[in-house]
């Protein structure tokens, strides 16, 4: 299922198969300006990455798939960058610390959360560091 | 005593080789046991830190759960407060819930790199990060809905006891080296 969110700014695709969160995540986005287009599966995710709909950040929740070890969102990378090489990548995950994910393999990605980890004004300075990402990606990307 | 003087010296050439491969063999003992008795200190050592790791890991999980129940608590008792008090009480008690939630983050980072990380133990780690990352967002976006954080938190406090208890299996399962 995908679920366009009305607002006006940069735009985000969220792909993350918990919907509550991936809802709550959403409205944080868009409190500071994000317009969040949500992807709850793989499929939903590449169908987006393939339609002609413009994306100035891309965010993928690493263990997207039947298990937390899958890191089937991570293996989304790749095919994000190669169809849309000028948008950031920002990935996330509720079990892998960037030093326990294989970076070295994904140049592609740009960020990378970890959930639960934060505090709440450092979960806003990120969310709204995420949402600036976007908005110097498209600036780059209109020059 | 013999009084044959080849048969003698034969004798004490035997008993000097014997000595020597006894020396030999009393030497090579030792040294296979040392080394056993090494690796076997080594195997032990790896065991306790790996056991201490899940361990720290289950009561760091144990301790977000307290926190939460904290938070929880003080939802309901300083619902009557002043708006200024409760929203000082509440920052407090959520920092202390923050710091227990980064002390579990190192200690999973720990147990992650020294590959300890189970599927059982993932899975709960897993659940318990989602369900901290639902209520994080969930006070950033409605800060005031206490109904909602208290479910929250009453989630929290059950999936780091189950968090604790998947270490704990982890832990046991660590099988001590022996020297047989």
């Known amino acids: 299922m995908t679920t366009e969110k009305p607002a006006e700014g940069v735009r985000i695709l969220l792909v993350d198969d918990n919907p509550e969160i991936a809802d709550l995540r959403a409205s944080l986005l868009e409190r500071f300006g994000g317009e969040v287009i949500i992807a709850l599966t793989l499929k939903d995710a590449e169908a987006q990455l393939a339609s002609p709909a413009q994306f100035d950040v891309i965010m993928l929740d690493v263990n997207l798939g039947s298990g937390p070890a899958d890191m089937r969102g991570l293996a989304l990378a790749p095919e994000s960058h190669r169809l849309r090489p000028d948008t950031p990548i920002v990935a996330y995950s509720s079990v892998f610390t960037e030093s326990q994910l294989p970076m070295h393999e994904h140049p592609e990605i740009d960020r990378v959360l970890a959930k639960g980890s934060l505090g709440l004004a450092d979960l806003e300075d990120s969310t709204r560091g995420i949402v600036q990402l976007g908005r110097e990606a498209r600036a780059n990307r209109d020059k | ?180």
Not at chain 2, 72 to 77: A, E, G, K, P, T
Not at chain 2, 113 to 119: E, R, V
Not at chain 2, 124 to 143: H, Q
Not at chain 2, 144 to 163: I, Q, V
């Open chain 2, 1 to 180: 005593m013999t009084s044959d003087p080849a048969l003698s010296s034969l004798l004490a050439v035997l008993g000097g080789a014997i000595s020597t491969v006894g020396a030999i063999y009393v030497g090579w003992r030792n040294r296979t046991l040392n080394h056993r008795l090494a690796r076997f200190q080594e195997q032990l050592a790896d065991v306790v830190l790996k056991r201490q790791l899940c361990l720290a890991l289950g009561s760091r999980a144990l301790m977000v759960g307290e926190r939460a129940a904290e938070v929880r608590r003080s939802l309901d008792v300083l619902a009557r407060a002043r708006t200024k008090v409760r929203i000082a009480e509440m920052e407090k008690r959520t920092e202390r819930l923050d710091r227990a939630c980064d002390a579990l983050l190192e200690s999973w980072t720990e147990v992650a790199n020294w590959g300890l990380a189970s599927d059982a133990l993932r899975e709960s780690v897993d659940r318990l990060n989602d369900t901290l990352e639902t209520l994080r967002l969930g006070m950033l976006l409605t800060p005031g809905d206490n109904h909602r954080h208290a479910a929250a938190l009453s989630a929290t406090e059950d999936l780091a006891t189950n968090c604790q208890r998947a270490c704990r299996d982890s832990a046991d399962k660590l099988v001590s080296p022996s020297l047989a």
